[in-house]
């Protein structure tokens, strides 16, 4: 199987304007992704999609690959999409810009899915993990993801999910985590159909997948890092980093 990770990277951001080229350490957090997703050693190719000349030129400055995107997009599925459509390419893995802190198994796991002989039949798979103070239950900027006995997901919200009106039952909340593994005409199709309600009403773009009736396997990881959706975050993943 040919693997590819694709890193769509807006400049834009409603919350943190420009956060993926904030300086974490001693370099702009989009480096940070993409350094670290070519360290995995897990694909054939990395690239970042973007729409900004400042974060392509970041990229390929550096020595790395990056394209820019010819027409707006809505979602960061819709850019890669755009990016791989030409692309002789199995799997495609949509890395967060805004998640420095890409580690080797957490992906590893993520493809492993697509392995095996059960994986034939996933067409999209994504990672979670447990969430376990309550003040990140709660907030929005956290999305949440309930999920069957088989680990497909039921549901994604910024809500809390499940809600707790059973106080005596413990619960156990898991945090999706934006990264994707996608067979490459999954995705194609996902850029085809249009925004559907809960997706729209959410802001998460995977509903749209549940919408049509795409099942979407999650893999269970460990703590990847923090995801820099505001200036708070970035002043915890400098403690982090």
């Not at 199987?1 to 989009?30: D, E, H, W």
């Not at 960061?76 to 420095?100: K, L, T, Y």
């Not at 949440?144 to 909340?173: G, L, Q, W």
Request: some cysteine; proline content about 5%; charged content about 25%.
């Amino acid at each position: 199987m040919k693997k590819v990770a694709l890193i769509p990277a807006r400049y834009a951001a409603t919350r943190f304007p420009a956060k993926l080229m904030q300086v974490l350490g001693n370099k702009p957090v989009i480096r940070h992704t993409y350094d670290n997703t070519i360290a995995t050693g897990l694909f054939d190719e990395v690239i970042v999609a973007t729409d900004s000349d400042i974060i392509f030129n970041e990229i390929t400055q550096h020595g790395g690959k990056a394209v820019m995107s010819k027409r707006p997009h809505e979602s960061g599925s819709d850019r890669i999409a755009e990016a791989v459509a030409d692309m002789n390419v199995d799997i495609v893995v949509n890395v967060q810009g805004d998640e420095p802190f890409v580690k080797r198994e957490p992906l590893k796991k993520l493809l492993h899915v697509f392995e095996v002989d059960e994986g034939k039949k996933v067409q999209v798979a994504s990672l979670m993990q447990v969430l376990k103070e309550q003040q990140y239950i709660e907030d929005p900027n956290y999305v949440k993801v309930a999920v069957d006995k088989n680990c497909n997901a039921i549901f994604f919200s910024r809500s809390v999910i499940p809600y707790p009106r059973n106080k005596e039952m413990a619960i156990t909340y898991y945090e999706h985590i934006g990264v994707y593994a996608f067979r490459k005409q999954a995705l194609i199709n996902f850029t085809n159909w249009p925004m559907t309600p809960l997706e729209s009403a959410e802001k998460i773009e995977c509903l749209r997948y549940l919408e049509n009736g795409i099942p979407l396997k999650m893999v269970v990881v460990d703590y990847m890092g923090v995801e820099i959706d505001t200036p708070e975050d970035l002043a915890r993943a400098a403690k982090y980093l």
